[in-house]
């Protein structure tokens, strides 16, 4: 099963499963989620508290809440770090 939602050439699987954002556009959309917070704030405290912020169309609870016991902050930053490279 294809949870990523893109297929091997880079484009929409048609049959994938979606459980979470399309990461290719999800620094734009970080930028502009909540009022005043920016994109990098944002990611960030989404990894560390999934269920603050729930996005539309989908669920809480999905991602895992003990990031920030199970990771060192410089592995935090290199994943808000990818999350912010173009595509």
């Not at 484009?11 to 920016?38: C, F, H, Y």
């Not at 960030?44 to 999934?50: A, D, G, K, M």
Request: charged residues 30%.
């Amino acid at each position: 099963v294809n949870l990523t939602g893109i297929d091997e050439g880079g484009g929409a699987d048609e049959n994938a499963q979606t459980i979470g954002p399309d990461l290719r556009e999800i620094w734009k959309a970080a930028a502009s989620r909540v009022t005043g917070m920016g994109a990098r704030d944002y990611l960030t405290e989404s990894i560390l508290f999934p269920n603050k912020v729930v996005t539309k169309n989908f669920e809480p609870g999905l991602m895992p809440e003990d990031y920030g016991d199970r990771m060192f902050v410089a592995e935090l930053r290199m994943i808000v770090d990818y999350l912010a490279e173009e595509r």
